[in-house]
C-alpha cells in the first residue's frame, strides 16, 4: 500500500473501519454494497480493495490474529505442552466466539492447492502447530490429531454457540467437554 495514491489509502481505511462495524453487528453476512454506502465510495472501490468477501473479512481480523500468533509464541516457551495448546486454543474459541464472523472466515477445509501465507487460516496454523507438535512430542496429545481437527473444533463450538444467551461461558463449557471427555474425572 506505501505506493497507493493518498485518497486511495484513505478509502481503504475508511472502508475497513466502516467493515469492522458492519461485521460486528452482522457477522460474516455483512454487505459489502452497505459497507461501499457506508463508506461513501462505490461498490466497486469495496471490490478494488478486497476483491472478495473472505479478503474483506481476513483484513478486518488481521489485528487479532496478530495477537493470537504472538500469543502462540509465547505459549512455546511454556514448561507444559498439553497446558500451552489448550490455553492457547481456549483464547482461539473465546475470540471466535466473541467476534461476529471470525468463525466462518477460520472454516475452511483443507485447501486443494496451496494457500495464500497471509490467510487467516494459513497464519493460525502457522502459529498453534507448533503447539500441537509439542503435545504430541510429549505424549501429552493422540499423534493423530491434526491442527485442522482442532481448527474444526474451535471453530465448530463458537458457530454452535453464537446465538446462545451467554454465549462465552456456553463455548467455554463445551471446550472444557471436549478436552476433558464425557468420563468423570477419578478421584485418589
Known sequence: ????????????????????????????????????????????????????????????????????????????????????????????????????????????????EEPSPDSCGARIEAAGSPLLQRAVREGAVAPYVTFHDLLTLAVGIALATEHHKDPEARAGRLFHLAVEGLSPSKRS
Open 1 to 112: 500500500m506505501a505506493t497507493q495514491r493518498s485518497d486511495a489509502r484513505r478509502n481503504y481505511q475508511r472502508i475497513l473501519a466502516v467493515a469492522e462495524a458492519e461485521v460486528a453487528a452482522h457477522g460474516a453476512e455483512a454487505s459489502q454494497e452497505q459497507i461501499a454506502r457506508t463508506a461513501g465510495v462505490g461498490s466497486a472501490t469495496v471490490r478494488r480493495h478486497f476483491p472478495t468477501r473472505r479478503a474483506l473479512l481476513e483484513a478486518v481480523f488481521q489485528e487479532r490474529i496478530e495477537g493470537l500468533c504472538a500469543h502462540a509464541e509465547r505459549l512455546g516457551a511454556a514448561e507444559d505442552g498439553r497446558t500451552a495448546l489448550l490455553e492457547w486454543l481456549r483464547a482461539l474459541v473465546s475470540y471466535a466466539v466473541s467476534a461476529r464472523g471470525f468463525a466462518d472466515t477460520l472454516s475452511y477445509e483443507p485447501p486443494v
